[in-house]
């Protein structure tokens, strides 16, 4: 990890920022339980916030920890122990699995904050402009010690980055092609079931109009079924998520399609009840799942 002195000169911290970021200690105290309550605001948006924050004494804990962390950006002590209480905090993130995203939109919801109550408070433009420069800068050094731990924590391998690097590609490609023979699969098996609709049309045509019909209808079904497959697995290989919602569809149009053939068939009552409760049970499951992804 980088010592503070050199972050610093990365980001031309200068002791003129320390006086910058100083003299707004007082200014922004007056402001710290807004912030908090203001920054909990705009948390409330991310869907996974409720995972984090799940009871009333770590939402306690957490807000006095902030409420901590933002009065230090003024307080002009940026040394080596503000670096490690920076890396404690990022680790903190890491360990509960907090995406980087939402570190990164919190630091764009902490500058805009500070920069309104500069303008709100600082009359001279010059003057507010300089602040401004000098709190982006902390807020910069702030972000990249999160993003340090983060990245820390992704430099742990088992073998090497190299061989795992190598290893994660060509599994990546070996996913890709199996994904691509099943789309040829559901090509193929699309041909077949089209061959089977026109041999159903003949049984119409021989004279067998209700088993033609019901079978042709099956079909359809079975048409469908592939035609949704396909969709979908090209919907994932171009980065869509993997629906199951369709492979429940599947189900229930091959139960569909078996009553319709066992409709033809005056013996087969305790088979038609079967499934008839096999798609009842399959139809609540694919409302629940319906609902989830709602």
């Not at 742990?156 to 490609?173: D, G, H, M, P, T």
């Not at 045509?205 to 079978?215: A, P, R, V």
């Not at 592939?226 to 199951?244: S, Y």
């Not at 409709?263 to 079967?274: C, G, N, P, R, T």
């Amino acid at each position: 990890m980088e010592t503070i002195e050199k972050i610093k000169s990365h980001y031309d911290f200068t002791s003129g920022d320390i006086k910058n970021l100083m003299s707004l200690k007082p200014v922004m105290e007056k402001y710290r339980d807004e912030f908090v309550f203001e920054f909990y605001n705009y948390v409330r948006n991310f869907e996974d916030t409720h995972k984090f924050l799940k009871d009333e004494a770590t939402v306690k804990r957490h807000q006095e920890a902030l409420k901590a962390w933002f009065i230090k950006l003024f307080d002009g002590d940026y040394g080596a122990f503000y670096l490690k209480d920076l890396g404690k905090v990022g680790m903190a993130h890491v360990k509960i699995n907090l995406p980087a995203h939402y570190v990164n939109a919190a630091f764009h919801f902490v500058k805009r904050f500070t920069h309104d109550i500069i303008h709100k408070e600082i009359a001279g433009h010059e003057e507010r402009v300089f602040l401004e420069r000098s709190v982006e800068k902390i807020l910069e050094i702030n972000l990249d010690a999160f993003t340090s731990s983060y990245i820390e924590e992704e430099k742990k391998f088992f073998l090497s980055q190299e061989v795992e690097s190598y290893l994660i590609q060509l599994a990546n490609r070996y996913s890709h092609g199996l994904n691509l023979t099943l789309v040829l699969g559901l090509v193929v098996l699309g041909v077949m079931v089209m061959g089977l609709f026109v041999y159903d049309i003949m049984h119409i045509m021989d004279g067998n109009i209700e088993k033609g019909l019901l079978s042709t209808l099956g079909s359809l079904l079975m048409l469908w079924v592939v035609i949704e497959l396909m969709d979908t697995e090209i919907k994932h290989l171009r980065g869509g998520k993997f629906a199951i919602k369709v492979f429940i569809s599947v189900a229930l149009v091959a139960m569909i399609r078996k009553i319709l053939v066992t409709s033809l068939k005056s013996d087969a009552v305790e088979a038609q009840i079967s499934l008839v409760a096999a798609v009842a049970v399959l139809g609540v499951v694919y409302w629940l799942v319906s609902k989830v992804d709602q």
